[in-house]
Structure formats: C-alpha cells, structure tokens
C-alpha cells in the first residue's frame, strides 16, 4: 500500500496548537511583560524608584524592568536556563510567578499535544474506496457469512 505524501512545512509545529490558542498565548506574553514594567516603574521598592539602597550590590543583580528587559525576562523565563534576576518587587515576583505557571502549563500541554499529533498522523491510514482496500495488506477483509455477498 503506498503511503499518502504528506506535504512538509517549516512551521509544522505550530498546527499543534490552534491559531487562537497561539494568540491567547501571545496576548499574555505583552500583558505579563507589560505588567511586570508598569510595576517596576510604581513600586517604591523596585530599583528604578529605590536605586539609593541598591548602590552597593552586584552589577548583576541591578536589574531595571525597562519594557525591553521586561519583554526579554517573560521570553527567557520559559527557557530551563531561566529569566535572570527576578524583580524585587513583591507585585512584580508575584506577576512572575504566575507567568512561569502559566508557562509550565502551557509546555506541557504543548509537549502532550505533539506527542499525540505526531502518534495519530503515523497511524493514518486512508481508505477510501475498494482500489485502495485491495492494494494494501494490513487491514484483512472477506465477506460476512450468511450474507447475501457469502
């Protein structure tokens, strides 16, 4: 039985999930990230409203939630290696937390849904008329005894 061509594509990951689902996604990553900026910039405790007190740390850990750093840290953070420092605010870490939930949630329902699309396009196995039920060998047929065809 010849197998059906199935045409490729270089964005062939992304029919996992559906169109608004990769939306939704989306909207989230610019409202989280536009959150987490918002919060840096009216925190009193953030080190854009508090650089004063943070002068004598590490330059790494001086971390200022420009819109920019923002957008990155809600990218990176979906990464094993992580988003950096997190803010020091308690409404920007409790945003962050949500956003690495939503996005632990969000990979394994993505990793689950793969697995299953990549499982059930394997097995696909069209039929679709009697040329193509005689031509192959896997599925086994005859007529049904005590039938009008027996």
Request: with cysteine; charged share 25%; glycine share 4%.
């Given at each position: 039985?010849?197998?059906?061509?199935?045409?490729?594509s270089l964005f062939?990951?992304?029919?996992?999930?559906?169109?608004?689902?990769?939306?939704?996604?989306?909207?989230?990553?610019?409202?989280?990230?536009?959150?987490?900026?918002?919060?840096?910039?009216?925190?009193p405790y953030s080190?854009?409203?508090?650089?004063?007190?943070?002068?004598?740390?590490?330059?790494?850990?001086?971390?200022?939630?420009?819109?920019?750093?923002?957008?990155?840290?809600?990218?990176?953070?979906?990464?094993?290696?992580?988003?950096?420092?997190?803010?020091?605010?308690?409404?920007?870490?409790?945003?962050?937390?949500?956003?690495?939930?939503?996005?632990?949630?969000?990979?394994?329902?993505?990793?689950?849904?793969?697995?299953?699309?990549?499982?059930?396009?394997?097995?696909?196995?069209?039929?679709?008329?009697?040329?193509?039920?005689?031509?192959?060998?896997?599925?086994?047929?005859?007529?049904q005894e005590s039938?009008?065809?027996?």
């Open positions: 039985m010849k197998k059906p061509s199935v045409p490729s062939k990951f992304l029919t996992v999930l559906e169109a608004n689902v990769w939306a939704c996604i989306l909207a989230a990553y610019f409202v989280t990230s536009f959150l987490m900026y918002l919060f840096d910039r009216l925190s080190y854009y409203n508090n650089k004063e007190k943070y002068k004598d740390d590490d330059e790494d850990e001086k971390r200022d939630f420009s819109l920019k750093e923002s957008l990155w840290f809600c990218m990176t953070s979906l990464t094993p290696q992580g988003g950096g420092e997190a803010p020091r605010n308690l409404s920007g870490r409790l945003v962050a937390a949500t956003w690495w939930l939503f996005g632990f949630i969000i990979i394994a329902s993505y990793t689950a849904n793969l697995a299953a699309f990549l499982t059930v396009s394997r097995l696909d196995s069209p039929i679709e008329s009697l040329d193509d039920l005689a031509k192959q060998y896997k599925i086994k047929y005859a007529p039938t009008s065809a027996a």
